[in-house]
């Protein structure tokens, strides 16, 4: 896990063409260290979720 805090803000995050591996170092980044994050499920594939590592399964 990043030691590096973000700064309070909103981020928006596109999925892109959904395949997990096209999104951005950023994209991933900013998944991972999140507090809160909003999808719409029938935009984001499940496997984009992986980057979610605090969010409760």
Do not use: N
């Amino acid at each position: 896990m990043s030691t590096h805090l973000l700064a309070p803000a909103v981020y928006i995050v596109g999925a892109g063409p959904g395949d997990p591996e096209l999104l951005t170092v950023k994209a991933q980044r900013l998944l991972s260290e999140a507090d809160v994050i909003l999808f719409a499920d029938s935009l984001v594939p499940r496997s984009i979720l992986k980057w979610c590592d605090r969010m409760p399964r």
